[in-house]
């Protein structure tokens, strides 16, 4: 990593990458991956479940999964995610996952380095990226297994490491361990630089070479700093021919606009909880922590607070008995906390008796102002106004992707850019079968960003970016 920084983060770099990855979390490694020559093949004496899969697999025997059509692999399979790579992936490397099976992958890996593309994945902390910035002992929302990456089964690594799944689940503190071993154990750290914040994307910028000549455009120009071990800032600025989104959703909490949002006691993020906490400025003792928020990371702080026996006031705008809530949708054996928290959120309303101690809910209300004396004003479902003082304020209604190193912060790459960018409504509109915006060649985007929002599903897109990479170098002229 330190060669890769001394040679290519300097004032110019004359080559242009192929190239370049910004975000080091699940769907950067995974395409990392793909990337370096590990390359997916079919097991001569493996079976899949599907049968109309199985028919189409055994059509093309000892071709690489890359260097087929994946939109006729694809064809006729269904399942929880709305991409149909995403699915092909996942039922190649988890055939039966979903009617609760354990069949092993169909899938063998051959580490082939002619076929490797230079890449960089540049990532503001460690591999894994917001996975590290989780609270370690929260669980994770979807099966450990789940969580894996290609060729490292998440129950292996932690069975040699001697942990143990939850309920069929990890802490998010061995996910985040287990992605930086990934990179480690699969030779990757080469290509990943950590501390690297990426502040402009441009295109279509001819850059001239050191001999005053002009060079061949790259297409794109990416610019940032990289924080040094003595925390000082290194300016960088890189070309590449194609730039890969994987930044997630998680740098840009989603806010009230409401009075008072920014006074110092409200903050965005659960680990606000966490340093209060441990700072003994909340205690059991204190006013109630108010938690606005009816999504799984409210449920978190709730669960959070509760275990320090920590006071809570817990509001959101919807009903609770709504159908589009998250704890509708989630199986009670496997989320027994969470359909917990739900349970109390009916059952605790503000004008009901207490059964919990130390919890309230306000279903159905809007938080109209804060003020400097930490008194939160509400509105009721009937208009009535309500007062409560309060220690700390949490607001955890979601987050947006921030893009706002790219031009107009994305807006225009967006399915409707019109509207903001969003995750689970209004993603970044790529190409299904290979990821490539609509909107300009050689930018992709993975993960989130184009609504792929589980690990398990995210890994589709890598598959999709790295199979057009690849067909784009065996075009090109020797």
């Known amino acids: 990593m330190s060669n890769w ?51 189409k697999l ?41 009617f609760g099976g354990n069949t092993e992958s169909v899938l063998t890996w051959k580490l082939q380095k002619e076929r490797a593309i230079p890449h ?86 001819p850059e001239p070479s050191g001999s005053g000549a002009q060079a061949p455009s790259p297409l794109f120009q990416v610019s940032g700093f990289l924080t040094t071990e003595d925390q000082s800032q290194q300016p960088f600025s890189l070309c590449a021919h194609n730039v890969v989104l994987a930044t997630g959703t998680s740098d ?6 409401i009075p008072g949002e920014t006074l110092p006691f409200v903050h965005h993020e659960l680990s606000a909880l966490e340093v209060a906490i441990r700072a003994g400025t909340v205690t059991p003792d204190s006013d109630p922590v108010l938690i606005i928020g009816a999504g799984l990371s409210a449920a978190d702080a709730v669960l959070y607070a509760r275990h320090y026996n920590i006071p809570v006031i817990h509001a959101f705008r919807r009903p609770v008995d709504d159908p589009g809530l998250v704890f509708n949708q989630l199986p009670k054996m496997l989320y027994p906390e969470y359909h917990k928290v739900h349970q109390m959120m009916r059952e605790q309303s503000i004008l009901s008796p207490s059964p919990y101690e130390g919890y309230r809910s306000l279903p159905e209300h809007q938080l109209l102002l804060l003020k400097e ?37 994305g807006a225009h790459l967006a399915v409707d850019p019109d509207q903001p960018l969003s ?50 170098e065996a075009r090109k002229p020797p």
Not at 44 to 51: F, G, L, N, R, Y
Request: hydrophobic letters at 40%.
């Open 58 to 98: 055994s059509e093309a025997p000892g071709v690489s999964i890359l260097d087929q059509d994946l939109d006729y692999l694809s064809e006729g399979l269904e399942g929880r995610c709305q991409s149909p790579v995403a699915l092909l992936f996942d039922a190649l490397l988890r055939p039966d996952t979903d």
């Open 120 to 205: 960089v994945v540049l990532g503001r902390n460690l591999p894994g990226g917001a996975w590290h910035s989780i609270e370690g002992s929260m669980v994770t929302l979807s099966q450990g297994q789940w969580m894996g990456l290609p060729d490292l089964e998440v129950k292996d690594w932690m069975r040699r490491k001697r942990r143990g799944l939850r309920n069929s689940r990890a802490t998010a503190g061995d996910i985040a361990h287990y992605y930086r071993d990934y990179v480690n154990k699969k030779a990757l750290g080469q290509s990943f630089v950590s501390g690297a914040v990426v502040t402009a994307v441009e295109w279509g910028i």
């Open 423 to 472: 995750a689970k409504r209004n993603p970044i509109d790529v190409e299904p079968f290979t990821y490539q915006s609509t909107q300009q060649e050689g930018l992709y985007a993975v993960g989130p960003l184009a609504g792929d929002n589980f690990v398990r599903f995210v890994q589709g897109g890598a598959l999709a970016v790295a199979s057009s990479l690849l067909r784009k």
């Open 252 to 257: 840009s909490p989603a806010r009230l606009g």
């Open 5 to 55: 920084r001394k040679d290519h983060l300097g004032a110019s770099s004359s080559e242009p990458l192929k190239v370049i990855i910004i975000g080091n979390g699940p769907s950067g490694i995974c395409l990392s991956y793909l990337l370096s020559g590990y390359t997916p093949y079919v097991k001569p004496d493996a079976v899949h479940p599907h049968p109309l899969l199985q028919r």
């Open 373 to 409: 004396d930490r008194q939160a004003l509400f509105q009721d479902p009937q208009g009535l106004h309500k007062v409560f003082g309060l220690s700390l304020v949490l607001v955890l209604i979601g987050s947006h992707p921030d893009l706002s190193f790219l031009p107009g912060a």
